[in-house]
């Protein structure tokens, strides 16, 4: 009866585990299982290549630019969302009049499908007819629609910012409403002491509200950086990684190697889910997620 009673634990936890082999673990044991096998355009297992898959996707002559790019897209998107959204969560929190119909608008770019968005922001930049482009002409910024200066998508160095910004654009959603929820958490009476001892609203900010928001930035800013690191529908969406693999990050390479070989595509993922380890493991050093709120 004993060992029953000591048993019964694993029927709530049991579902769980279970779902998490299947979800989870399963797929990337597989994963790494393909990496090492010579797999057709069709699916068709040809046996087992050691580390060929990898030896040939490290000679990629774009291997190691895909690689650079990926780590500053995830740094540059990260950034600047969690900057601008401290704005935003520190405004929003504030009384002022329409303020329950802004958070509400708030919500429009999350709510919205990533590719739907990322569509609309293509045809916007379209250089014949796309509304950006016809407002830089009105402006005098371009001499006439049609010119490689109108085709923002086509050249990396104007397309890889547009492409941040659509990034920033649909994250500071959801980073904005959980910094919101950190601040609910604050409590008042621990600003009314600083405000009593004379500190000014700077001080304040940077003395009280930042640190104790700090759990709340964590979790959103590692978030954000699991989500933009795989983030794909963007990217494909707007430019496809054209021209060449220049807007290409590590995971639409990933996916553009599939169509010509399973087995370097899944040496990429190998490679993406090692990175998306470090990434995080960084991270949570630089946060010092796991020290006590002074």
Do not use: C
Request: glycine share 6%.
């Amino acid at each position: 009866m004993r060992k029953l009673r000591a048993l019964e634990p694993l029927a709530w936890i049991g579902p769980a585990v279970v779902l998490i082999a299947v979800v989870v673990l399963w797929p990337v044991v597989e994963m790494i299982r393909s990496s090492f096998l010579k797999i057709s355009r069709v699916g068709v297992v040809r046996g087992w290549t050691g580390f060929d898959n990898y030896d040939k996707l490290f000679a990629e002559k774009d291997f190691a630019d895909i690689m650079v790019r990926s780590v500053i897209w995830v740094v540059a998107v990260v950034v600047l969302t969690v900057v601008i959204s401290l704005a935003l969560a520190q405004l929003f929190n504030q009384r002022f009049p329409g303020r329950k119909v802004a958070r509400w608008a708030l919500i429009a770019p999350w709510a919205a499908s990533v590719l739907m968005t990322a569509i609309v922001f293509r045809w916007m930049l379209d250089p014949e007819v796309g509304v950006i482009n016809q407002i830089r002409l009105k402006l005098g910024l371009i001499d006439a629609l049609g010119g490689a200066s109108a085709d923002q998508l086509g050249d990396a160095s104007t397309a890889m910012p547009w492409l941040v910004f659509v990034a920033v654009f649909v994250s500071i959603p959801f980073t904005t409403y959980a910094l919101l929820a950190g601040l609910a958490t604050i409590p008042a009476d621990v600003y009314e002491a600083a405000k009593m001892d004379g500190a000014s609203r700077i001080r304040t900010y940077w003395s009280i509200t930042l640190p104790l928001l700090r759990p709340a930035l964590t979790v959103a800013a590692l978030i954000n950086v699991m989500n933009v690191f795989n983030s794909f529908p963007i990217i494909w969406a707007m430019t496809h990684g054209q021209p060449g693999y220049s807007t290409a990050t590590s995971t639409i390479f990933m996916f553009i190697l599939k169509g010509s070989d399973i087995g370097e595509s899944a040496a990429m993922s190998v490679v993406n889910f090692a990175m998306v380890l470090v990434i995080t493991a960084v991270f949570l050093k630089i946060s010092r997620w796991n020290k006590a709120v002074a």
